[in-house]
């Protein structure tokens, strides 16, 4: 293409920017198509949790919102009748809704709104927009039966309406349809104020039922995690869009081959084995924890930015030696383990022993000492560590190792012992004295009182020291104090 600013190169760039926008961007996306051109980021918590946030709800808020961003990408919201929740707390019962008017394809993790069972607002998350009670109303009265569910998946896509409004519900016709398991139905009036709607709801779903058809009204998924309520709605549309295909095709259910549960088992999920050293140990997983993971990396790739924490590497580190410089962590995540689902490995005695003295070391109150003490054979010490009370404690620098050390060379020991006794007695008596008298000056005469007008030349007269003397005095005794 030639350079210039002419139309016909503007127009041919033009094309190839809607050519690759085109390729670029998903097949199906009906409630955002602003999300084209540009990705909003999943994860927009930035660090700072607010105050009302429990233990793992960052990652509960990152997860929900990938789901919502899912299922706009597969095609599959609604402007309307679809809701997805999560329980964050059973202990103070509450849950993350999406906030009425806001689109799937732009959900982030602080635009979820947190309610109580009641559907009052308890964090209002970044937006101003509300909650519609309407559809809350059913997942309440769900989560009320089942305290052991933890998110629900609300579908009301036309394959999943079309088989809620059939009489014979859904068919086991694939492999699908098996995997989803027990199925209940449900006549649903929008509304569940009544006591009686909600008791009628406890009986149709059971105490182990996953999978809830509203008459007329979609498709419910149960999930004791959000992973296991994502597999099942997959595999519930699929299911659908197939039955609803088959039912076109063939002209009856009378046409078609029915599979026998009893005989057609689906495979098992939720126990992944990896068997050798190049894989790894024996490792249980969450049903559908592997396919979420591999969306999430779909996303991640796409920039949206999920904030997933992966349990699952998709390439394993080679081990490496010593020499090697440690590569430093890029990214730090934080993973919300579920009591029960993946116990922590238990640690060896050894270690535990271990581990409990250092602590015991850390936190007691007494103050150590690092000593080295010398050994027998020559060049080697022993380090220790002492009590501070239990060091010997000296007033000065220089070690006293014998009790006459500072006696000089070649003396009589019985005149140490002598002089000894004499300083000792001296100290009972309580004698003090201005010290030794000088032997230099011991003739002078001199008068202690103050000397007058007329006796300065009688002074001077009978005390004549030679000026020779006096600086021979000073030079010689000036470090003692003489009298």
């Given at each position: 293409?030639?350079k210039?600013?002419?139309?016909?190169n503007?127009?041919?760039?033009r094309q190839?920017?809607?050519?690759?926008a085109?390729?670029?961007?998903?097949?199906a996306?009906?409630?955002s198509p602003?999300?084209?051109?540009?990705?909003t980021?999943i994860n927009?918590?930035?660090?700072s949790?607010?105050g009302s946030?429990?233990?793992?709800?960052?990652?509960?808020?990152?997860?929900?919102?990938?789901?919502h961003?899912l299922?706009d990408l597969y095609?599959?919201?609604?402007?309307?009748?679809t809701?997805?929740?999560?329980r964050?707390?059973k202990?103070?019962?509450?849950?993350l809704?999406?906030?009425?008017?806001?689109?799937?394809g732009?959900?982030t993790?602080?635009s979820?709104?947190?309610v109580?069972?009641?559907g009052e607002?308890v964090?209002?998350?970044?937006t101003?927009l509300g909650v519609d009670?309407?559809?809350f109303?059913?997942?309440s009265a769900i989560?009320?039966?089942?305290?052991?569910?933890?998110?629900l998946l609300?579908?009301h896509?036309?394959?999943?309406?079309a088989v809620?409004a059939m009489?014979?519900?859904?068919?086991?016709?694939?492999?699908?349809?098996?995997?989803?398991?027990?199925?209940?139905?449900?006549?649903y009036n929008?509304?569940?104020?009544?006591?009686?709607d909600?008791?009628?709801?406890?009986?149709?779903?059971?105490?182990t039922?996953k999978?809830?058809v509203?008459?007329?009204?979609?498709?419910?998924?149960?999930?004791e995690?959000v992973?296991?309520?994502?597999?099942t709605?997959y595999?519930?549309?699929?299911?659908?869009?197939i039955?609803a295909?088959?039912?076109?095709?063939?002209?009856?259910e009378q046409n078609?081959?029915?599979l026998?549960?009893s005989?057609h088992?689906?495979?098992?999920a939720?126990?992944v084995?990896?068997?050798?050293?190049?894989?790894?140990?024996?490792t249980?997983?969450?049903l559908?924890?592997?396919e979420?993971?591999?969306?999430?990396?779909?996303?991640?790739?796409?920039?949206?930015?999920?904030?997933y924490?992966y349990?699952?590497?998709?390439l394993?580190?080679?081990?490496?030696?010593?020499r090697?410089?440690?590569?430093?962590?890029?990214?730090?995540?934080?993973?919300f383990e579920?009591e029960?689902?993946?116990?922590l490995?238990?640690q060896h005695?050894y270690?535990?022993r271990?581990?409990?003295?250092?602590?015991?070391?850390?936190?007691t109150?007494?103050?150590?000492l690092?000593?080295?003490?010398?050994?027998?054979?020559?060049?080697?010490?022993?380090?220790t560590?002492?009590?501070?009370?239990e060091?010997?404690q000296?007033?000065g620098?220089?070690?006293?190792?014998?009790?006459n050390q500072?006696?000089?060379?070649?003396?009589?020991?019985q005149?140490v012992?002598?002089?000894?006794?004499?300083?000792r007695q001296?100290?009972?008596?309580d004698?003090?004295?201005a010290?030794?008298?000088?032997?230099?000056l011991?003739?002078v005469i001199?008068?202690?009182?103050?000397?007058?007008?007329?006796?300065l030349?009688?002074?001077?007269?009978?005390?004549?020291?030679p000026?020779s003397s006096?600086q021979?005095?000073?030079?010689?005794?000036?470090?003692?104090?003489?009298t």
């Amino acid at each position: 293409m030639k350079k210039g600013g002419s139309s016909s190169n503007l127009w041919a760039l033009r094309q190839i920017a809607d050519y690759m926008a085109s390729q670029g961007s998903p097949a199906a996306l009906s409630t955002s198509p602003s999300s084209m051109m540009m990705v909003t980021p999943i994860n927009d918590l930035h660090g700072s949790e607010p105050g009302s946030m429990v233990k793992g709800e960052r990652l509960m808020r990152c997860k929900l919102a990938s789901v919502h961003r899912l299922l706009d990408l597969y095609g599959w919201a609604q402007l309307s009748h679809t809701c997805l929740t999560l329980r964050v707390s059973k202990e103070q019962e509450h849950f993350l809704v999406l906030p009425n008017g806001l689109a799937y394809g732009e959900v982030t993790a602080s635009s979820l709104v947190k309610v109580n069972i009641l559907g009052e607002v308890v964090e209002r998350g970044s937006t101003p927009l509300g909650v519609d009670l309407g559809s809350f109303s059913l997942h309440s009265a769900i989560y009320s039966t089942r305290p052991d569910v933890r998110c629900l998946l609300h579908l009301h896509t036309p394959a999943t309406t079309a088989v809620s409004a059939m009489k014979c519900g859904l068919l086991p016709l694939s492999h699908e349809a098996l995997l989803v398991g027990e199925v209940a139905y449900y006549d649903y009036n929008t509304l569940m104020e009544d006591k009686e709607d909600r008791v009628g709801l406890q009986k149709s779903l059971g105490p182990t039922c996953k999978v809830l058809v509203l008459r007329n009204h979609g498709i419910v998924a149960l999930g004791e995690s959000v992973e296991e309520a994502f597999y099942t709605i997959y595999h519930i549309q699929a299911a659908c869009q197939i039955q609803a295909s088959a039912l076109c095709s063939a002209g009856g259910e009378q046409n078609l081959i029915m599979l026998d549960r009893s005989i057609h088992k689906p495979i098992a999920a939720g126990t992944v084995g990896w068997a050798g050293s190049t894989f790894g140990p024996l490792t249980k997983s969450r049903l559908g924890e592997h396919e979420f993971e591999a969306l999430m990396r779909t996303l991640d790739n796409l920039g949206y930015r999920t904030g997933y924490a992966y349990r699952f590497p998709v390439l394993l580190e080679r081990s490496r030696t010593r020499r090697e410089v440690e590569v430093p962590a890029t990214v730090h995540s934080f993973q919300f383990e579920e009591e029960g689902v993946h116990p922590l490995p238990r640690q060896h005695p050894y270690a535990q022993r271990q581990q409990q003295a250092k602590t015991r070391w850390l936190n007691t109150p007494n103050s150590y000492l690092r000593v080295n003490q010398d050994q027998a054979s020559p060049g080697h010490q022993h380090t220790t560590w002492l009590k501070t009370e239990e060091m010997q404690q000296g007033s000065g620098a220089i070690k006293i190792e014998n009790s006459n050390q500072f006696v000089p060379l070649f003396t009589n020991p019985q005149e140490v012992l002598e002089t000894r006794n004499k300083i000792r007695q001296q100290n009972r008596q309580d004698m003090k004295t201005a010290g030794p008298q000088s032997q230099v000056l011991a003739g002078v005469i001199t008068d202690d009182s103050p000397p007058s007008g007329s006796s300065l030349g009688a002074i001077s007269k009978r005390l004549k020291v030679p000026r020779s003397s006096v600086q021979t005095i000073v030079h010689k005794y000036k470090h003692y104090g003489t009298t």
